[in-house]
Nanobody, 121 residues
Framework: VQLQASGGGLVQAGGSLRLSCAAS????????MDWFRQAPGKEREFVAS????????FYRDSVKGRFIISRDNAKNTVSLQMNSLRPEDTAVYYC???????????????WGQGTQVTVSS
């Protein structure tokens, strides 16, 4: 299984970035897809999740109204549109796949390699 994330970079506060993740080696529509992040010196944390068909989405409180998760099951991709970015959003962002729709790290079945997002003030 491979989860290849891309789209990270450096952006000023208030700006936007769009992360994408291409999945292979799994039956994509069988998995809920998630994004987690880890800032320097901090624990990895849940960001957003989308259900198998895309009908349901969930977000951590601090990104609600700013981030949008979406998926394309025909292309085996999941995206995270990040708007109104803040310096505290700076982290390595990981694309993950889970058989269970959950925000818990323990429920993640596969992890991608991560992509760096840096938001300058």
């Amino acid at each position: 299984v491979q989860l290849q994330a891309s789209g990270g970079g450096l952006v000023q506060a208030g700006g936007s970035l769009r992360l994408s993740c291409a999945a292979s080696g799994l039956t994509f529509s069988n998995y809920a897809m998630d994004w987690f992040r880890q800032a320097p010196g901090k624990e990895r944390e849940f960001v957003a999740s989308i259900s198998w068909g895309g009908e349901h989405t969930f977000y951590r409180d601090s990104v609600k109204g700013r981030f949008i998760i979406s998926r394309d099951n025909a292309k085996n991709t999941v995206s995270l549109q990040m708007n109104s970015l803040r310096p505290e959003d700076t982290a390595v962002y990981y694309c993950t796949a889970s058989l269970k729709l959950s925000s818990w790290i323990r429920d993640v079945d596969y992890w991608g390699q991560g992509t760096q997002v840096t938001v300058s003030s």
